[in-house]
DNA sequence: AGGGTGATATACT
DNA sequence: GTATATCACCCTT
């Protein structure tokens, strides 16, 4: 108890938390902090930018036509990481919701560097010259994969452990919160299922 | 605007 | 089994 002032704004974020429907997360996640422990070091980025995917209403979801190898995380309750590979290169990282059987999760699109930002450039092979250069670290699913060393190993891991977990970090209001279309998707369009920091400089786009 | 890259799903022999 | 289309992306022109 030697050093426990207790940092509120870096309390965990629970089970119940995850719980919820993924449209009710999908926002609250905003101006959380995503916690990678890498190679014993702490890299940590604040979500600024998600997207939410729900398996019955949603043609766009991985889980829309049923459980697969591939999205079988999707189905566990809410509070585990499902990472896939796509495009021949890249992983994409979520967040799973709801309750188990469901088939929901929310798309970490877009990461505020916070600690090991030095770590992460090398990740990325950036060369640190211009600030310029900071905005491009983790501004899109896939770079922020790279940045913080996350690939398929970490598919259905816990984010209630001490490997990769998420905190309280920063109160967004509720009028910097823009809701938009989704991005890079061909169906489901209409569903105004991303939701992003108003005038953040590390979103997607 | 187009290419790179490979897993996955679907549609065929 | 094999073939083809698609893909929740990134980078370069």
Sequence with gaps: MSESIQDKSLQKLT?????????????????K???????????????????AYRGTD???SHTFNGKTKRNEVMYYE???LYVYFTYGMYHCCNVVTGKAGEGEAVLIRALQPVE?????????HLVK???????????GPGKLCIALGIDRKHNGISLLGDKIY???????KSENIITT?????????HLLWRFYIKDNEFLSR
Excluded: C
Aim: overall charge positive; proline content about 1%; charged content about 30%.
């Design 15 to 31: 089970r119940d938390f995850y719980r919820q429907d993924a449209l009710s997360v999908a926002p609250k996640l905003l101006g």
């Design 33 to 51: 902090l995503l916690v990678k422990n890498y190679n014993s070091r702490i890299l940590s980025g604040m979500i600024v930018e998600v997207e």
């Design 58 to 60: 949603d043609a766009a």
């Design 78 to 80: 809410g509070g585990y």
């Design 116 to 124: 090991g930002a030095e770590e992460m450039i090398k990740n990325r």
């Design 129 to 139: 010259s211009a600030d310029e250069r900071m905005k491009n670290i983790s501004n």
């Design 166 to 172: 998420m905190t309280e970090y920063r109160n967004i």
């Design 181 to 189: 279309e989704r991005i890079g998707i061909s169906k489901s369009k």
